[in-house]
């Protein structure tokens, strides 16, 4: 069973739907046993990270979320909340990843929303990414970006050089959205669920 983490963001509904599309049986739950059981979690989500994380604090949900063992994938504000710091509220995260969410520029069109491909991607992708080109075209709409860091597996450009995706152990996170990115996003959802 795959479970979509529920808490104080949007867009999940829209993960759920891409999953049916692709065969596949989740949950949507902010149960922590219910999340701690599944096969594979998704930690999605569109919003403001300092309510985000409040909301997981209330709920047990960080201490969960970083307990998991099995395949974790974060989308969106779910990878800005897997890095250690977000400007965004000044709001402490996870921590997963060592890295920090910061505005775009000053002079920025925020948000950052529709296609943009990869402007870094390794010869041999991570095996999130596998089957994936430089050259696809993947959706974003974000205000916010993580910077680049060790566990970079991919980057993007929008004024600045930014974390497209993120790696480390079981901790899998994307700043484009997978359930939007037609035929390549659902590529990258396919690795995920096959991990």
Known sequence: MIAIIKYNAGNIGSV??????????????????????????????????ASAMSYLRAHQLDNTILSLQQPVLAICLGLQLLCRYSAEGY????????????PFPAGSIVPHMGWNNFSDLPGT?????????????????????????????????????????????????????????????????QNFLKL
Do not use: M
């Open 91 to 102: 709001t402490a995260c996870l921590g997963v990843f060592d890295t920090v969410v910061e």
């Open 16 to 49: 759920q739907n891409a999953l049916d599309r692709l065969g596949y049986k989740s949950i949507i739950t902010n149960d922590p046993n219910a999340i701690r059981q599944a096969d594979k979690v998704i930690f999605p989500g569109v919003g403001e990270a």
């Open 125 to 189: 992708p991570n095996e999130l990414l596998r089957g994936v080109n430089r050259q696809d075209d993947l959706y974003y709409v974000h205000s916010y970006y993580a910077r680049v860091c060790s566990h970079t597996i991919a980057t993007a450009r929008y004024g600045v050089t930014f974390s497209a995706a993120l790696h480390k152990d079981n901790f899998y996170a994307t700043q484009f959205h997978p359930e939007k990115s037609a035929a390549t996003g659902e590529q990258v959802l």
